[in-house]
C-alpha cells in the first residue's frame, strides 16, 4: 500500500508562509493517472476539510479560503505533492493532511502535521 508521508508543519507568525510536503512511496504518476492527491485540514472541534486538490493534467481545485494564499504543486521527478501557505491566519491553525482518493472509493491518508499560526 502506498504510504504518505508529510512534513514541513511548524509555528509561524500572522502573515507568514510555509511548505508542506507529502512524499509518496510510490510514483505519484502512477497515482494520478486514476487518483485524486490533495491536502485536507482539521482544527480542533471541527471537521477535516478540504484544502486544494490535484487531478490528472495538474488540474486543481482550492477552497475559497484559500484562493490566493495556498498553492498545490508536485514534482513528479521525486514523488513529492507540496502546498505551499502564504499569508497565514490564524485560523489556520490545524493538523494538514496528505490525502489519496482513489476513483474505485476510498481515502488513503498520511499522518498530518501540525500547523499553528500564532503571534
Known amino acids: 500500500q502506498v504510504q504518505l508521508v508529510e512534513s514541513g508543519g511548524g509555528l509561524v507568525q500572522p502573515g507568514g508562509s510555509l511548505r508542506l510536503s507529502c512524499a509518496a512511496s510510490?510514483?505519484?504518476?502512477?497515482?494520478?493517472?486514476?487518483?485524486?492527491l490533495g491536502w485536507y485540514r482539521q482544527a480542533p472541534g471541527k471537521q477535516r476539510e478540504l484544502v486544494a486538490s490535484?487531478?490528472?493534467?495538474?488540474?486543481?481545485n482550492y477552497a475559497d479560503f484559500v484562493k490566493g494564499r495556498f498553492t498545490i504543486s508536485r514534482d513528479s521527478a521525486n514523488n513529492i505533492l507540496y502546498l505551499q501557505m502564504n499569508s497565514l491566519k490564524p485560523e489556520d491553525t490545524a493538523v494538514y493532511y496528505c490525502?489519496?482518493?482513489?476513483?474505485?472509493?476510498?481515502?488513503?491518508w498520511g499522518q498530518g502535521t501540525q500547523v499553528t499560526v500564532s503571534s
Open positions: 490525502n489519496r482518493k482513489f476513483r474505485r472509493g476510498g481515502d488513503s
Open positions: 510510490e510514483s505519484i504518476i502512477m497515482i494520478f493517472r486514476e487518483d485524486v
Open positions: 490535484m487531478t490528472k493534467g495538474g488540474n486543481t
